[in-house]
T-cell receptor
Framework: AQTVTQSQPEMSVQEAETVTLSCTYD???????LFWYKQPPSRQMILVIR??????QNATENRFSVNFQKAAKSFSLKISDSQLGDAAMYFC???????????????????FGQGTILTVHP | DTEVTQTPKHLVMGMTNKKSLKCEQH?????MYWYKQKAKKPPELMFV???????INESVPSRFSPECPNSSLLNLHLHALQPEDSALYLC????????????????FGDGTRLSIL
């Protein structure tokens, strides 16, 4: 079974500064997807960024970028030019590449880390 | 605006009540999910529906009864709940595909905040 670990329960950053949230995972699969979701107090889970394991290039979405180290099974999220609206709980998540993975029991399941609460100070 | 709509947004019910949570999406996704989320914790998967059939039941107590009447709608029927069932219930949907075309993420609704008295 896959596991996802976020070792930072809480992080804080000054507005306009850069912060990095860490995520490590464990899997025996070679092809999979990794996601960062953001959940503000408004509670909707919002996709921030995704990474395909077969792609060596790190994904970027505006101020958000990842450092994907497949051999190390590490998937950190960097937020540049932090804004007050970035304050939220951030979840790292893993998903097998096949909806019906080996054994037929994946069904698109997401495995979440425990989350990191990000506070942005003005 | 969220593409997955959940109603109601808040629900308070007694332990003997029967109520239902509703989730609707019109993105053509054929996989739908129910999650339970406690405060400051990650979502916990409860059920997965694929092509309107129950694919995964993560050992959820029978007082939670899911239903998928069509490809756009997912219900969660509640009966005789316990105080520990108070939580945020999230619905999500995603396409069903395999291999390197399956990079589409799950889309989440805003959730229903459930309180059991």
């Amino acid at each position: 079974a896959q596991t996802v670990t976020q070792s930072q329960p809480e992080m804080s950053v000054q507005e306009a500064e850069t912060v990095t949230l860490s995520c490590t995972y464990d899997t025996s699969e070679s092809d999979y997807y990794l996601f960062w979701y953001k959940q503000p107090p408004s509670r909707q889970m919002i996709l921030v960024i995704r990474q395909e394991a077969y792609k060596q290039q790190n994904a970027t979405e505006n101020r958000f970028s990842v450092n994907f180290q497949k051999a190390a099974k590490s998937f950190s999220l960097k937020i540049s030019d932090s804004q007050l609206g970035d304050a939220a709980m951030y979840f790292c998540a893993y998903r097998s590449s096949n909806y019906y993975s080996a054994g037929g029991t994946s069904y698109g399941k997401l495995t979440f880390g425990q989350g990191t609460i990000l506070t942005v100070h003005p | 605006d969220t593409e997955v709509t959940q109603t109601p947004k808040h629900l308070v019910m007694g332990m003997t009540n029967k109520k239902s949570l509703k989730c609707e999406q019109h993105m053509g996704h054929r996989a739908m999910y129910w999650y339970k989320q406690k405060a400051k914790k990650p979502p916990e998967l409860m059920f997965v529906y694929s092509y309107e059939k129950l694919s995964i039941n993560e050992s959820v107590p029978s007082r939670f009864s899911p239903e998928c009447p069509n490809s756009s709608l997912l219900n969660l029927h509640l009966h005789a709940l316990q105080p520990e069932d108070s939580a945020l219930y999230l619905c999500a949907s995603s396409p069903i595909s395999g291999g390197r075309k399956s990079n589409q993420p799950q889309h989440f609704g805003d959730g229903t905040r459930l309180s059991i008295l």
